[in-house]
């Protein structure tokens, strides 16, 4: 069972689709006018450079930022805050879920304090190898067991998703009994 949780931000994406734009029309101008191979050829280097940009765009659109997967019985909560690459956590160190606020990041002048809105994912503390993880910053941080998924990068946040995480955490997760909760 795969369950995407929380979606990248596709208003982003897609806007991210206009910069290859640029050279493929660059490249297509010297393929269609250019006069010998030198231009042309050009013309079909620009062109496969935006075709890469687009296809790159589209595999980010594709990516959600918190996954859950339940493969052969263990559930794992997949949190994608690196450009490539994956971070599993196991579904039973998950403790919850925070709606928060935090920097955007942007290139903006430091007086403009611009804030976006945030989830944050309570890691157990008692899972020491999930403390501190790398992450790319522009898309969140991972520190001291939270996680934190900038707003600017996933689906509009609110509280009524971040009620639904829970919710959905609560089904997923393993129950222990209340005897071996006491030990």
């Given at each position: 069972?795969?369950?995407t949780?929380?979606?990248t931000?596709?208003r982003?994406?897609?806007l991210?689709?206009?910069?290859?734009?640029?050279?493929?029309?660059l490249g297509l101008l010297?393929?269609?006018?250019?006069?010998g191979?030198?231009?042309?050829l050009a013309g079909?280097?620009l062109m496969?450079?935006?075709?890469?940009?687009?296809?790159i765009?589209f595999?980010?659109?594709r990516?959600p930022?918190?996954e859950y997967?339940?493969?052969?019985?263990?559930?794992q909560l997949?949190?994608?805050?690196?450009w490539?690459?994956?971070?599993r956590?196991?579904?039973?160190?998950?403790e919850?879920?925070?709606?928060?606020?935090?920097?955007?990041?942007?290139p903006v002048p430091?007086t403009?304090?611009?804030?976006t809105?945030?989830v944050v994912i309570?890691?157990?503390?008692?899972?020491?190898?999930?403390?501190?993880?790398?992450v790319d910053?522009?898309?969140?941080?991972w520190?001291?067991?939270y996680v934190?998924?900038r707003?600017?990068?996933?689906e509009?946040?609110?509280?009524d998703?971040?009620?639904r995480l829970?919710?959905?955490?609560?089904k997923?997760?393993?129950?222990?009994?209340?005897?071996?909760?006491?030990?």
């Amino acid at each position: 069972m795969i369950e995407t949780w929380l979606r990248t931000n596709t208003r982003v994406f897609l806007l991210a689709l206009i910069p290859p734009l640029v050279p493929a029309l660059l490249g297509l101008l010297l393929i269609v006018h250019g006069t010998g191979r030198g231009p042309q050829l050009a013309g079909w280097v620009l062109m496969g450079l935006a075709v890469v940009g687009w296809c790159i765009v589209f595999w980010q659109l594709r990516r959600p930022r918190i996954e859950y997967r339940a493969l052969g019985g263990d559930g794992q909560l997949w949190i994608y805050l690196r450009w490539v690459g994956v971070i599993r956590v196991p579904i039973e160190f998950v403790e919850g879920f925070l709606l928060g606020q935090g920097p955007t990041l942007l290139p903006v002048p430091a007086t403009e304090n611009i804030e976006t809105s945030t989830v944050v994912i309570k890691i157990a503390d008692r899972a020491e190898e999930y403390a501190r993880v790398d992450v790319d910053r522009a898309l969140g941080s991972w520190c001291n067991h939270y996680v934190t998924v900038r707003g600017m990068w996933c689906e509009r946040l609110s509280l009524d998703l971040v009620n639904r995480l829970n919710a959905r955490l609560a089904k997923v997760t393993p129950q222990t009994s209340t005897a071996q909760a006491g030990r």
